[in-house]
């Protein structure tokens, strides 16, 4: 275990020497495009067409202190993640058996059934346009503290929309600024330049984007990036554009479904997926498929919108991600790859299953097990889950009818968090909530549900988070109220790779990081929910 002492960060600073840091961050933030849409003031809630202002993210001050090992370890695996959800997604039966709506948690779930029977649909017709597909990941972690020693455990892998790889990446060029311009006053000695990893995660999704358009084979295709109306993140997405543009003279077409569902169409010929543009006499053909919307139900108030997504898919276009590549993701696969067997099988290349020139990953199955903590499904009926019930319960005890993976959420629920299989933050059922959630529970939903042991962090680890919020008061004048808090923290690493697959070899890279954190009082870590701030990590 690393002799760092969470329980002393961050280091102690006058109130000068704070004020001093704010205004150094958020000058930085709001001069190298840290930036965000502010909230809107219309009764709507809709953003502007034309954005006349924008405030720095939420961010933390001083970085959090990670240990080597364990931030070099997580980006050593991401290249094992990348293959091994590209398999995943490859694998039709499997995903047919754990996410569809026949055998798998579909049954339960609306939306993810509404996704797989359309992605069906599409097989069934003889649809499928393109072989190709492309991943852009984000796998997040945790350090866990377990008895004498710090352990990464993985949060969740990502497969839509992974966000604030460019935001990030500014973060951690905020601080480094910081410490080059103040030294940070020489707070602590752990805030040196050797401590700061260099961070270049926009290039690297940029490279992975790029490469997915020149296996299209379409030099003046253009790249598509589906997003959802009244976006306020969208500079994190225009750094993604702008590198396409620059380093690649690719160009980049943003759309909403909404938006799509007039203006897209396939060419009964070619498949290609052609879009017409009030600003263009001639359509665009597209390359690639940039998801950064349609991971969640509200981003489909109708069933046309459902139309529009099948339509993309029918394309011969890149999806990025397509719907396998979607469901891949889903909380189900995680928990399925924990039972034993499953993440073995997804390794290992015996009989060239993946491809002659494949991989085999058996070798990494312990490492990659090892960042797990337990789960299981609700409705899962499992000799482990029995004999685990079998210790807690008195042997006279009623069992009733509900399932023992069910059963044993409630009694564990002191330790646990239950996921549905849902992105973008605020979904989460933890600890405490656990026992009436459980009542009020369907049966019929059990199965959209697993249960996952809570990942313990470091206590008394604290930060200084700042977050800019038009306040009520000074909206008139074009004034920002910030706000500086040093609250106790946990702080969650997420590690970006991309993947290019489908014939033969799977194309990847880990690609850059980046760090949020939020306050020890919100179980959710998602920053554009409003629960956390960005931010980067000093090597302890």
Not at 231 to 247: A, C, I, S, T
Not at 295 to 317: G, I, Q, V
Not at 512 to 530: F, I, M, Q
Request: with cysteine.
């Amino acid at each position: 275990m690393t002799s760092f002492n969470f329980s002393t960060w961050p280091p102690q600073l006058t109130p000068e020497q704070l004020e001093a840091l704010t205004l150094a961050a958020t000058t930085y933030a709001l001069s190298h495009g840290l930036l965000y849409l502010p909230p809107s003031q219309s009764p709507s809630n809709t953003q502007p067409r034309i954005p006349t202002t924008a405030i720095h993210a939420p961010l933390s001050l001083i970085p959090a202190p990670f240990p080597r090992a364990q931030f070099q370890a997580a980006r050593e695996l991401q290249s094992v993640y990348n293959v091994l959800y590209a398999r995943v997604a490859m694998d039709t039966q499997f995903l047919d058996t754990v996410m569809g709506a026949e055998e798998g948690v579909g049954k339960a779930d609306e939306f993810t059934g509404t996704l797989w029977r359309g992605w069906k649909r599409i097989r069934e017709h003889g649809a499928l346009a393109q072989p190709l597909h492309l991943g852009l990941f984000r796998s997040d972690y945790l350090l866990h503290a377990a008895e004498d020693r710090l352990a990464l455990k993985q949060v969740e892998f990502n497969t839509i929309s992974s966000s604030f790889g460019p935001l990030s990446e500014r973060a951690a060029a905020m601080h480094r600024n910081i410490l080059a311009s103040t030294s940070y006053f020489s707070a602590s000695p752990h805030l040196t330049a050797d401590n700061f990893p260099e961070n270049s995660t926009t290039s690297g999704l940029v490279e992975g984007l790029s490469k997915a358009h020149e296996a299209y084979g379409v030099r003046d295709a253009r790249i598509l990036f589906v997003v959802q109306p009244n976006e306020r993140n969208v500079f994190d997405q225009q750094w993604l554009e702008y590198g396409l543009l620059e380093r690649h003279q690719i160009h980049v077409v943003r759309r909403t479904l909404a938006e799509l569902a007039v203006s897209a169409s396939i060419d009964p010929s070619t498949h290609a997926l052609i879009l017409t543009s009030p600003t263009n006499s001639s359509p665009y053909e597209i390359s690639t498929i940039y998801f950064r919307a349609s991971y969640t139900p509200s981003d489909f108030p109708s069933p046309s919108y459902y139309d529009t997504r099948f339509l993309l898919e029918r394309s011969r276009a890149i999806k990025c991600p397509s719907l396998p590549l979607q469901l891949a993701g889903g909380k189900k696969v995680q928990e399925a790859l924990t039972r034993p067997g499953v993440l073995e099988r997804f390794l290992s290349n015996e009989g060239a299953k993946w491809g002659a020139r494949a991989l085999d990953l058996t070798a990494h199955a312990a490492d990659i097990r090892a960042t797990w903590m337990g789960m299981w499904a609700l409705d899962l009926e499992d000799v482990d889950i029995a004999a685990a019930l079998d210790h807690l319960l008195d042997s006279g005890q009623a069992q009733g009818s509900v399932p023992p993976g069910t059963r044993l959420a409630r009694l564990k629920a002191q330790s646990l968090v239950l996921k549905p299989q849902r992105e973008g933050g605020g979904n989460n059922v933890y600890r405490e909530a656990i026992p009436a959630f459980l009542d009020t529970l369907p049966a019929e939903e059990r199965e959209a549900w697993i249960a996952m042991e809570m990942i313990e962090t470091p206590r008394g680890v604290s930060g200084y988070l700042v977050r800019a919020s038009p306040s009520s008061s000074g909206m008139d004048n074009g004034t920002i109220e910030k706000k500086v808090v040093r609250v106790e923290v946990i702080s969650e690493l997420g590690i970006f790779g991309y993947a290019l697959f489908g014939e033969g070899e799977v194309v990847e890279r880990e690609v850059g990081w980046l760090v949020r954190t939020k306050g020890t009082e919100s179980n959710e870590g998602g920053v554009a929910a409003g629960f956390s701030v960005l931010d980067s990590v000093v090597l302890v």
